[in-house]
């Protein structure tokens, strides 16, 4: 099946900026939508809840903006995540403003409803939903997701423990839709191997914690581009729900990393880590394993055009072959 306009018109490469809690920002957001990719954010990162109001209508004015000042080099689009968990008390509003201005994509996370991918296809917009498996990937179809983010083993946050290529393979025998894989994924390299396994674009979030415009401290910035894969870990204590957390954020927080007690799934607060004092994704840091290719810092714009020419040059490699 062909991709829907939305996720292949203006791409410069196959890629989403995976929406990133706390860090994501509407400056972020443009910037990666201006570069050639999709840019998204949580709408719990507008805080209070008429922020998100505010947040969407910057960026469609500068998006607008931007294309009108470049009719030859247009911006993607953006997405914006929604937590449809039972513990999301501003599901409601938040999706009233995504129907308000139109938000081309809407990412749906931990929970799938049937109401919420109605309001998006009442303005012509689409939904991507987050799964780790099989099970789950069926279930959103099901409720009428348009497409699927495989969040396979090595993903930032919370992730799966699949195989990225396992968990590609088995949706594609039933699914020709929009399928996006998410896990390790740091270069242009490696968008393009998403695609020869089955994958239509590669979801890229760990790498843009270091870039200028994230809302992230300096600690966590560095600490993208000083370790690697063998610097994460894989717990459940912080937020009820296995995730993947930089060593040296569990070790600042006065807990041993290698010794770390499981968590009660019933108290799972995704929004402050409620199982622990210290608090997921602001004391305790996501990572995916993919960092190991962050060299340096900078601006988005930047890591996107060295995506870009890292994407065009395998696929050079790869024919030439």
């Excluded at 997405?79 to 999706?95: F, K, P, T, W």
């Excluded at 968990?167 to 894989?181: C, H, K, V």
Aim: glycine share 10%; charged share 20%.
């Amino acid at each position: 099946m062909a991709l829907p306009p939305v996720l292949s018109e203006t791409l410069r490469i196959p890629v989403i900026g995976s929406p990133l809690f706390i860090i994501s920002n509407p400056d972020l957001v443009i910037a990666q939508c201006k570069a050639g990719i999709v840019g998204s954010f949580p709408a719990l990162n507008a805080r209070p809840e008429p922020v998100l109001d505010e947040w969407l209508q910057r960026i469609n004015d500068e998006l607008d903006r931007h294309n009108q000042e470049n009719p030859d080099n247009p911006a993607a689009p953006y997405a914006v995540n929604q937590i449809v968990h039972g513990s999301n008390a501003r599901l409601e509003y938040d999706m009233e403003m995504c129907v308000k201005h139109k938000a081309p994509i809407v990412i749906t996370s931990l929970g799938a409803k049937e109401w919420v991918n109605e309001a998006v296809h009442s303005y012509g917009g689409i939904t991507l939903h987050d799964i780790i498996n099989n099970r789950f990937a069926k279930k959103a179809v099901e409720k009428g997701a348009d497409g699927l983010i495989a969040v396979a083993s090595g993903a930032g946050g919370h992730a799966g423990t699949q195989s990225p290529f396992a968990l590609i393979q088995e949706i594609r025998e039933w699914f020709d839709g929009p399928l996006i894989l998410s896990g390790a994924i740091a270069t242009g390299d490696a968008v393009l191997a998403a695609q020869a396994m089955g994958a239509d674009l590669g979801y890229i979030g760990s790498a843009f914690i270091a870039t200028d415009e994230a809302n992230a401290e300096e600690g966590y910035k560095q600490a993208i581009v000083d370790c690697g894969a063998d610097d994460i870990i894989y717990s459940n204590l912080f937020t009820g729900v296995h995730g993947n957390y930089l060593r040296p954020s569990v070790v600042n927080a006065g807990l041993d990393p290698d010794n770390l007690p499981v968590s009660d799934p019933t108290k799972m607060d995704f929004g402050s880590g409620g199982n622990t004092d210290a608090k997921a994704w602001k004391d305790i840091w996501g990572s995916g394993q993919g960092i190991g290719a962050i060299k340096s810092r900078g601006s988005a714009g930047d890591y996107i055009a060295k995506l870009i020419s890292e994407y065009d040059a395998a696929k050079a490699r790869v024919l030439g072959s």
